[in-house]
């Protein structure tokens, strides 16, 4: 079975829409390539247990960010 995908390149997604997406659990890809997302809307991805791959290029995400999600999400592969 699919997982259901969210494309959101280039819209005005912030790191409060990212809380909002957090209540998607079956979410399995994201992209947010483009958007306002900083660090510390990462945060909120952890809380979808099945995301497996997102999408942060172009993004206000930095390394720091990046590294933090990994801890808390090893599954999830990040292009940026």
């Known amino acids: 079975m699919m997982k ?7 819209t005005k997604v912030t790191d409060q ?3 909002l997406l957090s209540s998607l659990p079956t979410l399995g ?3 947010l390539s483009m958007t306002e997302v900083t660090d510390r809307g990462l945060t909120h991805l952890t ?3 099945v995301l497996h791959n997102v999408d942060l290029s ?3 995400v930095t390394d720091k960010g990046i590294a933090d999600l ?3 999400a090893p599954v999830i592969f990040v292009t940026r």
């Open 70 to 72: 990994r801890k808390e």
């Open 4 to 10: 259901p995908t969210e494309r959101l390149p280039r």
């Open 58 to 60: 172009f993004t206000k």
């Open 17 to 19: 829409g990212l809380k």
């Open 29 to 31: 890809y994201l992209d």
């Open 47 to 49: 809380n979808i247990r």
